[in-house]
């Protein structure tokens, strides 16, 4: 994946090239969204905290993900923002807004293997045997960072 450019018309927009194997792997790894039940973090370690703004904080972060989830869907279903050129390969356009969305569900992911992978440090990772189900989250894991790095790199 690469920054190809930024929208003449709409310079908020950015153009990304993609082989079509990139391509496949967004649209995979996109479709393990959400990763993991949601979990929030209670506001206060002691558990002193109005009951309230716990809920508030829990309809807000529910709300948030339900708007990501409605917005992959259109993403995933015929997405006129993935074109074919005349190449073989494929052009992404996101806005920025976009960009900030797919960021995201990818770092929702991301976290969510590592989570799955018991949270491991980069080194206890590396020495460690992997099942079959283990080396699937840290493949996706691994994909995610590196579409992540990509758009980040792009919003400079």
Known sequence: MRLLGVDKVFPETRVFGL???????????????????????PLSKTGAVNSE???LLEE????????RL??????????????????????LTLKAEEVEWLLQVLNEIRVGCWIRLGRPDTDDLAK?????????????MDLCGYFQVELMEASK
Do not use: W
């Open 60 to 67: 807000s972060m529910t709300e948030q993900r339900h708007a």
């Open 53 to 55: 703004n716990q809920r």
């Open 19 to 41: 082989s079509k194997q990139e391509r496949d792997c967004l649209l995979a790894i996109v479709e393990y969204y959400p990763f993991l039940e949601l979990y929030i973090q």
């Open 70 to 91: 409605r917005k992959l869907y259109e993403f995933l279903r015929g997405n006129p923002r993935i074109e074919r050129d005349e190449s073989g390969s494929f052009r």
């Open 128 to 140: 460690r045997e992997l099942n079959a189900a283990d080396l699937r989250a840290r493949t996706t």
